[in-house]
C-alpha cells in the first residue's frame, strides 16, 4: 500500500511538530530546555520548577545532568558538569537575595562545617551585592565544571574567579536539594519526582 504524497508530507510536518514540543515546555513563561550544553558537554533537563515566596513566583529553576538524579548526593556523585538554572519572574534586590542563600546553607550544613563555608559564601555574598538588582528575565547559572569548579554567570557576565572546592558546590546545592531546602515543591520539581 503506498500512501499520497500529501499524506507522507502532512505526517512528516507532524512528527516535526511533535518533536518541537518534545524538546521544550513553558513555565511562567520561561522557555525550558530539555537539554543544555556545559563545557562541551550536553546534558539532559533532570527537572524545572517555580519557587514561590509566599504567594509571590521570584523565579523558574532548571537543573541539567549527565544522568537522572533525585537526591543531593546523587547530584553530587552524577559524573561531569551540572547546571542549576534559576530565571526571574519579578524583580528583587540582589543583596538581600545573596543573604537567603547563605542562610540556606546554614539551615542544610552541620555547624561544624560552616567555618571551612565561609569566605566561599562572604565571595558569593559579593556577587550579588554587585548585581544590585534582578529583573524579570534576567538569569543565574551555577555550573559545575570538573577540574575548574562552580561557575557563576549572572545577566550573561561570568562572576569572578570559579568557587574550586567541591564541598563549597555541594553546600549551595544544599540550599535546593538539602534536607531543609527553600522550597520543598522546587525541590521535587528540580528532581522530577511528582
Known amino acids: 500500500m503506498t500512501l499520497p504524497k500529501s499524506l507522507l508530507a502532512g505526517l512528516a510536518s507532524l512528527m516535526l511538530a511533535c518533536s518541537a514540543f518534545a524538546t521544550t515546555q513553558e513555565i511562567s513563561g520561561v522557555k525550558v530546555e530539555d537539554t543544555a550544553t556545559v563545557a562541551g558537554t550536553k546534558l539532559q533537563l533532570n527537572g524545572a520548577g517555580i519557587r514561590y515566596k509566599a504567594v509571590f513566583k521570584v523565579y523558574v529553576g532548571e537543573l541539567y545532568t549527565t ?9 553530587v556523585a552524577a559524573p ?3 547546571r542549576l538554572t534559576m530565571t526571574f519572574l519579578r524583580e528583587i534586590e540582589a543583596g538581600p537575595f545573596g543573604k537567603l542563600l547563605t542562610r540556606g546553607v546554614e539551615d542544610n550544613v552541620p555547624k561544624n562545617e560552616m567555618s571551612k563555608l565561609v569566605p566561599g559564601l562572604i ?9 544590585k538588582a534582578l529583573m524579570p528575565g534576567d538569569i543565574i547559572l551555577l555550573d559545575w565544571i570538573p577540574g575548574t569548579g562552580m561557575v557563576v554567570t549572572a545577566k550573561g557576565k561570568v562572576q569572578g574567579e570559579p568557587f574550586k572546592e567541591p564541598e563549597f558546590f555541594k553546600a549551595i546545592m544544599s540550599i535546593w536539594f538539602g534536607t531543609s531546602p527553600a522550597d520543598f515543591k522546587l525541590k521535587d520539581a528540580l528532581l522530577g519526582i511528582k
Open 67 to 75: 544522568q537522572k538524579v533525585s537526591s543531593l548526593e546523587e547530584l
Open 80 to 82: 561531569g558538569p551540572k
Open 123 to 131: 565571595r558569593m555574598g559579593d556577587i550579588f551585592t554587585v548585581n
